[in-house]
């Protein structure tokens, strides 16, 4: 049996597999993160190998990030066929689609319908004449894959470029990590990768891995060399000056990607951690401890007594700025839900402002490329706290740096006393 046949031999299984998965997605509204939903099932399967596991995932995270257009496609094709969107998901991410294409007779391929296998053989190559025709129909969402009010939405905020920064959401994210210059430097952790034989180019910041990888499972990892963080999230940090503030509280830590990287940076200030969710605390400790950080500190729930100077808000968001990593979110999320975002967005400042009372700055970050979200909660914030005035915003999505993801943040610089 050919390299070929062994591929194909087991296809409608997988397909199936994938299947189930994407009906447990759609049954949820997709409110089950992808990945967590892979883990779990493939704690449970634990009789998949690596090639179907990575057959499984990257085809069901490409029908998701793909799913109207996929969906649009095979209803044009043959509406009854099960198998013609997973099959065109299959197709449309291949490497190589004209060898798929001319093994299409090959009996691995007959589960599918052959009117389906005929058409898309047939038309394979004209899919400028598919795209033509849902522009025709003026069809971002269905092109792209958006639902309607995010279209809008992103019209809206980004009129100059909206059309590239919907096609760079199909694209998939990359790995980027984080240098930890107390234990290491960039060329000798490069020396490591070297040696590795992993692939990967250089960013601004961080260095994007390009080889698959499980890059936990590293020594160099366990030993504190390196974090994982995304190109966005170590701009940001190093867009924060925290010179002169020695008391700083991250009131929504999560595991505390950006305390880590601030508290390597600023080593003479002390980073108090909270966050409402004492699990997460608890691997932010773990991995403070692996960075080898003695500055970083979990904030007990009575913490009125601190002197604080700068408080950092990376508050929780829609997430959309992740849409490369996290496509489910576009399915999962409504406008109803951006506006209840929103509301506890703007709680969540009010309660670390009045808990806190900074003296010198306050920092609100998302991981959001919506107004709503950003320049909006930005405006009633200055409008709510007369003595807060905004000193720099920054923005970054993938479309204007494409190893990024799309985050936003706001330094407010604090004159006078809190009333």
């Not at 234990?183 to 992993?198: A, P, R």
Request: with cysteine; net charge neutral.
């Amino acid at each position: 049996m050919s390299n070929l046949d062994t591929q194909y031999k087991y296809l409608k299984y997988r397909f199936n597999q994938v299947m189930f998965l994407l009906s447990k997605s759609e049954t949820t509204a997709f409110s089950v993160p992808t990945d967590k939903l892979l883990y779990s099932f493939f704690k449970e399967n634990k009789k998949f190998g690596s090639s179907d596991r990575s057959f499984i995932s990257d085809c069901l995270y490409f029908y998701i990030r793909n799913k109207t257009y996929i969906d649009t496609y095979s209803s044009l094709i043959n509406k009854t066929d099960p198998y013609c969107p997973l099959f065109l998901s299959y197709l449309l991410s291949s490497k190589e689609p004209s060898r798929i294409l001319d093994e299409i007779k090959n009996e691995f391929f007959s589960f599918i319908n052959p009117v389906s296998l005929k058409v898309i053989q047939e038309h394979y190559q004209d899919l400028s004449s598919f795209h033509f025709y849902l522009e025709h129909l003026n069809s971002e969402e269905n092109i792209y894959s958006l639902p309607n009010w995010l279209v809008k939405s992103l019209k809206l905020s980004y009129p100059d470029y909206y059309i590239d920064l919907f096609k760079s959401f199909l694209e998939r994210a990359s790995t980027i990590i984080r240098v930890n210059t107390l234990k290491t430097s960039k060329s000798k952790l490069l020396d490591i990768l070297d040696t590795n034989k992993i692939k990967y180019h250089l960013l601004t910041h961080g260095i994007a891995i390009d080889s698959k990888i499980h890059l936990e499972s590293m020594k160099e990892y366990r030993d504190g060399l390196f974090e994982v963080q995304d190109e966005s999230s170590q701009m940001i940090c190093s867009k924060i000056d925290l010179h002169g503030c020695k008391c700083i509280v991250d009131y929504c830590s999560g595991a505390g990607g950006k305390s880590l990287n601030l508290a390597t940076r600023f080593q003479n200030s002390n980073f108090y951690c909270h966050d409402i969710r004492k699990q997460i605390l608890v691997e932010l400790k773990s991995r403070a401890k692996r960075a080898g950080l003695s500055n970083v500190h979990l904030l007990e729930q009575n913490h009125t007594s601190l002197d604080v100077d700068c408080l950092i808000l990376d508050v929780p968001c829609s997430g959309l700025g992740t849409l490369r990593r996290s496509p489910w979110l576009k399915w999962s999320l409504t406008e109803k839900k951006i506006e209840d975002i929103t509301s506890l967005q703007l709680s969540i400042v009010d309660e670390a402002v009045g808990r806190t009372k900074p003296t010198k700055k306050i920092i609100y970050i998302t991981c959001s490329i919506l107004n709503a979200e950003n320049e909006d909660i930005s405006a009633r914030i200055i409008k709510k706290y007369p003595n807060l005035h905004l000193v720099q915003e920054v923005k970054t999505n993938p479309y204007l740096n494409p190893d990024t993801d799309g985050m936003y943040m706001a330094e407010f610089q604090i004159d006078g006393p809190w009333n």
